[in-house]
C-alpha cells in the first residue's frame, strides 16, 4: 500500500448462494476474464447480510464492499432480497450522509445465468474503487 | 400546571383504589432544581410525591420493557399491571414497544399528558450568561416564565418559550398517540419543518465536510453508552457493544471503534427513532446525536413513507416491502 501505483483494491463481496455465487460460478466455467480484487463470500441470501458485516469490513481495511443478491422477484426465499433492498437503501443513504463515499458500498443484482453481468460489475465496481483510492476513514489504526 | 400536576394524583389515586395498576411510573421532584426524577410508586401512601412541570423531560418507556421480559412470559408469572405517564414522545415509544411484541397492552394503563415542551437545562446554563459558572440555587415557573436564581441570590427571569429543548420545538406528536385517559387535551404550534431544513441544509455540505463533522461529533464520545441506556428503544439483552461472540467492537477508546458503535446504535434506530431526544440529553460529552438519528427519520419517511410509533396497525418498515420499493442505488453493469 506504500507505491501508491501498485495499489490494488481491496474488495470484499458478500454474494448470494442462489443466484450471484452460481453468477460468479458460471462467469467462471465461462472463462470470462475480470478482475482479481474480489474475495467472495457467499452467504445464503442477500438479506443475510447484516449492515454490520459492511461496516466491519470497512473498519478491517477493506477498500469496497459489494453484496450481490438474486433479482428482485426471484429470492430462493421467496422476499429475502426485497427486505435486504429496504435496509441497504436506508444504509447506503446513511453512510454517504456521515460522508462515506457512496462508491465504496455497492448493491446489485445478479442472477445465476448472468455470468457476464457478473464480470461487468466486478469490472465496475473495482474501476470505482480505485478512483477512490486506498480507504483512511473508518479504519482502524492500531 | 398545577391542575393538571393534581388531576394526575387524583387519577393515581384511583387507579390503586379501584385496584387496575400495581405499578405507578411517574416523575417525582428532583434533588437539584430544574430537575424531576423518574419515580415508580408501589403503595397508595407514595402517590403525593409525584410532580409535573417543564422538567419532566426523561422517556418513561425507557423503564417498561424490563417488567415484560420475554422469559417471564413463558414461566406462567402473573405479570404486572403498570400505569405511566406519557408525554407524545413517551407515547411512540409504548407503541413502538407494543409492536415489538416487547409490552402487553392489556398490562398498561397510560395517562396521556399533551406536552407543553420540555426545557433544556443547557439553555438556562446559557441564556443567563452568569449563571454557567455559578450554580443555580433554585427555579420557579410561573406564566410561562421561568425565574432561576443563582448562588450569589442573584434572580433571572427567562421566556419558557426560549427554553425549549430542541426536540420539542419541532416536536410534530405532542398530543399521546395512545392511552387510556387523556388529561388536558392542547395541540401545540410547532415547527416541524425547522429540522428536515437543518438535516437537508447538512446533506448539501461537501462529503469531506461532512465526514470531518462526523469525526468531530464522535470523537468526543467516551463510550459511557448513556445514549443507549436512555433510549427504550434499546432493549436487548446484550448489545452489540458488548459482545463478545461475534466481537464487533474493541473496547479501547480506539477512534474507528467509536465510530463503529455509532453508526451501529444510530443505524439499529432506523425506523423506530421517534425522536424523543433522550439520546441527546443522556449525552455527557453533548454530541450532536440528532443530526444523525433525524436522517434516517427523514429517509424512512421518504422512502417508506413510514413513521415511527404513530399507529399500532402499521408494519414496521423494515420487516415488510413493496415490489416498487426505491432501488436507483442498485449497481448496474
Known sequence: ?142 | MKEIEEKIKETVKKLFKENKIDIFIGYSEGTLPLRSTPCLITRPEDIEKLVWNSYCFNNLAVYLPRFFLPQTQKKDVKLPRIGILAKGCDSRSIVGLIKEHQLPRENLYIIGIPCEGMIDIKKIQDAGCKMKEVEIVSAEEKNEKVIVENEDKKKIELKKEELLADVCTSCKYNVPVIYDVLIGKEKRKTKEEERAAIIEEFEKKPLEERWKYFQEQVSKCIRCYACRQACPNCYCKECFAEQTKPKWIGVTDNISDIMFYQMGRIFHQAGRCVDCGACVRACPVGIDLRIFTYKLIKDVKEFFRYEAGVSLGEVPPLSTFKSDDKQEFITEP
Not at chain 1, 34 to 43: L, T
Request: a positive charge; hydrophobic letters at 40%; aromatic letters at 10%.
Open chain 1, 1 to 142: 500500500m506504500k507505491n501508491i501505483d501498485n495499489w490494488e483494491p481491496k474488495i470484499v463481496a458478500f454474494l448470494c448462494n442462489w443466484c450471484s455465487y452460481a453468477g460468479a460460478d458460471l462467469a467462471g466455467v465461462s472463462r470470462t476474464q475480470y478482475p482479481s480484487n474480489i474475495r467472495v463470500i457467499r452467504v445464503p441470501c442477500s438479506g443475510r447480510v447484516d449492515p454490520f458485516y459492511i461496516i466491519k469490513a470497512l473498519q478491517n481495511g477493506i477498500d469496497g464492499v459489494l453484496v450481490s443478491g438474486c433479482h428482485p422477484g426471484d429470492c430462493h426465499y421467496i422476499s429475502g432480497n426485497l427486505i435486504a433492498r429496504r435496509k441497504f437503501a436506508l444504509l447506503k443513504s446513511f453512510l454517504e450522509y456521515i460522508g462515506i463515499e457512496p462508491g465504496r458500498v455497492q448493491f446489485s443484482w445478479v442472477s445465476a445465468a448472468e455470468g457476464g453481468r457478473f464480470a461487468q460489475i466486478i469490472e465496475k465496481v473495482t474501476r470505482e474503487v480505485k478512483e477512490l483510492g486506498p480507504i483512511n476513514k473508518m479504519v482502524k489504526k492500531i
